[in-house]
């Protein structure tokens, strides 16, 4: 069965770069989340959407920047990174809200800030 | 933040041993789910359990829900090498929302 798809799989940045990390939902999926996992910590909550639409928003710093595409993919954009922001990055989906509330988890973007 | 709590933090038993885990939180939940994951990998969803339902199986694992002390425990019987990993219990408030998550247990299971 297709999973959650995220690109790339590894990034290393430079302070103050950019990064643009990709995540492709699982077919159907109407709603993605994106996570931030720094090292030895649990998944922490950025944003999610739902429909294309921003539906809920967590500890994402103002420097980052997300949306939902038409075709449902979603892109986390991260300005002026910081080193603070080396961590794994997941992009989770799930369908459609009456049907299942289980995310489905992507293998993450590990991202390196030097 | 209402934040799912573990324990234990960390967990090393013998092949061929049950293992369990305990995730606490704060409110009410719409549903728990656990996730396992290999160092620096991907979360693996293992099981959904809802607000409504007291206990759940999947395979060789066990997962009860009490409401009513707003706790969870993950039971995995008749442990194997390769189920050492990160378990976390993430719990759901609404639907598609996002899942708050519990800091996790290091499972070790030697052979």
């Known amino acids: 069965a297709a999973g959650v798809i995220q690109s790339p799989r590894h990034l290393i940045k430079e302070k103050r770069e950019t990064a643009t990390l990709k995540c492709y939902p699982i077919p159907r999926h109407d709603t993605v989340y994106w996570y931030q996992q720094g090292p030895g910590q649990d998944p922490q909550f950025l944003i999610s959407f739902y429909e294309k639409m921003q539906s809920d928003k967590g500890s994402i710093p103002d420097r980052f920047s997300a949306q939902q595409f038409s075709d449902y993919h979603s892109e986390l954009n991260m300005s002026s990174l910081e080193l603070g922001d080396s961590a794994l990055y997941f992009c989770?989906?799930?369908?459609?809200?009456?049907?299942?509330?289980?995310?489905?988890f992507g293998p993450g973007t590990r991202l390196t800030v030097l | 933040s209402q934040q799912g709590e573990e324990d234990p933090q960390a967990l090393s038993i013998q092949e061929g041993e049950n293992a369990t885990m305990n995730c606490s939180y704060k409110t009410s939940i719409n549903n728990l789910q656990w996730y396992r994951q290999n160092s620096g990998r991907g979360l693996v969803h293992l099981i959904l359990i809802r607000s409504n339902e007291r206990e759940k199986h999947s395979g060789r694992l066990r997962v009860t829900l009490d409401t009513s002390k707003k706790s969870s425990s993950l039971l995995i019987t008749a442990s194997r090498a390769a189920d050492t990993a990160s378990y976390f219990c993430?719990?759901?408030?609404?639907?598609?929302?996002?899942?708050?998550f519990g800091p996790g247990t290091r499972l070790s299971v030697l052979p």
């Open positions: 993430a719990t759901g408030y609404n639907y598609g929302q996002n899942f708050v």
């Open positions: 989770a989906s799930s369908g459609e809200r009456a049907s299942t509330d289980t995310q489905y």
